[in-house]
């Protein structure tokens, strides 16, 4: 059978791709199999791209351990491979006494987990940090920071094909039985093998998990709206700004990105539908009034995009949210490891995760190291943080770089060129703009959208009517509107 492998992961998003570069580490053949066009089309795409602090969580738990674990790795992990991650910091505002007493225990519940650099500070310190909220005092916490959960959720991937990995996209899982020593695993029409398997699907987690044995965990969908706002405020938002939590949730904040826009949200719904990232304008108002208590400088032409993620919690019978669920239980499915409830802070702790089912494989195997592992992935320059001699220089070597496609974003040929020759091989439009950041601005792909699928057809050999936007039967176009087949 070709496809035998040591290690099969099942999801391919940031948690997955974590796994899949940390156990590239060691002498094995690994898998991944993802059921989507691309790595980080679910919840590792469609989240705020904090990078938690680790306060939030109850002391001792895995989230809380994980998430201190993961911050303190983030700025030497965007340093190996090459994505946008900055330590901005964090303000959580208050304006009442019992919203002091409140920052007060998260405060302390933050030191308990081992957090640095928490501090209370007065409305004057709050000021200075971000002279555009609204806010009596806050709890200052200067280790969180921003990421590009994209950049990040495709580094881990190429980096991981980059030392051997293999990624088999549009390979969603039907079937997963045992067979002697083995896992095999029916999955996009073909059926793979390997001894160990690893479920990382996130929303998905469930289904893996009654496949492969463990049918009592019962998953809910936390659904998350959003609204993006022009990177015109960008500078008014240095750090993003959050309200006093509650024990199960974080409220709607103000949060700033690597690009510079400005996120509202998340609101937080419970759902069934684990595939609808539709956004109601109930929902959208909700964000706005919520938003407008702490940062009031927006306004309906400030708006750009909605967009929704949703988060797999793990809940016991009362309802009650459970702590990441990270299990080997060698009585029911030897040499699977079984990951349920991975939710928030999951992109903060995807790579102390993967650390973890390392430990607990190790438990059962000798894992020998590679010699020629690789950890490093160069990023790709951005024309627009380039100053004029530089840019003038690559435009000298190359002259694609003189071309902008993106008007917004200033995104060169030369960038939208490297995203569309991708290691992981993803074909589509989101493919291409989550990797080059086109279609990301204010016309939202008005101007440079036709340009791009025109070089992906160009570049690829793809017909017009093969292009797909994200996912299966997304096409672009779906024929001519003459008969004659005249523009």
């Known amino acids: 059978m070709d496809n035998h492998y040591d290690v099969l992961i099942i999801g391919g998003g940031v948690v997955g791709s974590a796994v899949a570069r940390e156990l ?57 491979l090459g994505f946008d ?3 901005s910091g964090k303000v959580l505002v208050g304006n009442t006494d019992e919203e002091y007493a409140s920052l007060l225990k998260t ?29 009596s005092f806050a709890l200052f916490s200067s280790q969180s920071g921003i990421v590009d959960p994209f950049g990040l959720t495709i580094a881990l991937a190429e980096n991981a094909v980059h030392n051997g990995v293999c990624y088999h996209l549009d390979h969603e ?54 609204i993006i706002l022009d990177d015109r405020l960008g500078s008014l938002v240095p750090m993003p700004i959050y309200t006093v939590p509650s024990n199960t949730y974080m409220g709607i904040h103000v949060s700033c990105t690597t690009d510079g826009n400005v996120l509202l949200g998340p609101t937080a719904e ?45 809940v016991d019978e009362n309802g009650v949210i459970q702590d990441y669920k990270m299990e080997i239980r060698d009585d029911i499915a030897p040499h699977a490891v079984n990951l349920v409830g991975i939710e928030s802070p999951g992109l903060t702790s995807a790579v102390p995760i993967a650390l973890h089912v390392i430990d607990m494989m190790r438990e059962r195997e000798n894992l020998r190291e590679r010699k020629d592992y690789d950890p490093i992935r160069k990023g790709f320059p951005r024309f627009d943080r380039l100053n004029p001699d530089e840019q ?19 995104v060169s040929k030369a960038e939208i060129l490297h995203a569309i020759h991708n290691p992981l091989g993803v074909r589509t439009m989101t493919g291409v703009k989550y990797r080059a950041r086109c279609m990301m601005g204010r016309c939202q792909g008005g ?17 017009d009517t093969d292009l797909l936007y994200n996912r299966k039967g997304s096409w672009l176009f779906t024929g001519g509107c003459r008969d004659d087949g005249k523009a």
């Open 270 to 314: 419970d759902t069934d539908d684990l595939t609808h990232y539709g956004v109601e304008q109930k929902n959208i108002d909700l964000l706005v009034d919520s938003a407008k208590k702490i940062w009031p400088h927006f306004n309906r032409g400030d708006y750009i995009r909605t967009y929704s993620g949703i988060l797999p919690k793990w």
């Open 107 to 135: 405060k302390a519940q933050g030191e308990r987990n081992g957090v640095e650099g928490l501090v209370m500070i007065d409305g004057k310190r709050l000021h200075e940090l971000v002279p555009s909220v609204i806010g």
């Open 392 to 410: 003038a220089a690559l435009i000298a070597e190359n002259p694609d770089w003189g071309e902008v496609i993106c008007r917004c974003r200033k």
């Open 447 to 463: 101007y440079c959208q036709m340009r791009v699928a025109k070089l992906l057809e160009e570049e690829l050999a793809l017909k």
């Open 24 to 80: 590239a580490r060691y002498d094995l053949q690994i898998g991944v199999l993802e059921k989507n066009l691309d790595v980080c089309y679910e919840t590792s795409g469609r989240n705020t791209g904090v990078v938690h602090g680790g306060f939030a969580y109850t002391p001792g738990t895995w989230k809380a351990k994980l998430c201190v674990q993961g911050n303190k790795m983030m700025g030497d992990l965007s340093k190996e």
């Open 85 to 87: 991650f900055r330590r």
């Open 173 to 226: 899982v039907t079937a997963i039985r045992r067979k002697g020593a083995e896992w095999q695993v029916e999955a996009g029409g073909e059926t793979f093998a390997s001894r160990w398997v690893v479920n990382a699907s996130g929303l998905s987690c469930k289904k893996i998990s009654d496949m492969l044995g463990f049918d009592h965990y019962r998953i809910v969908g936390s659904k998350d709206d959003y």
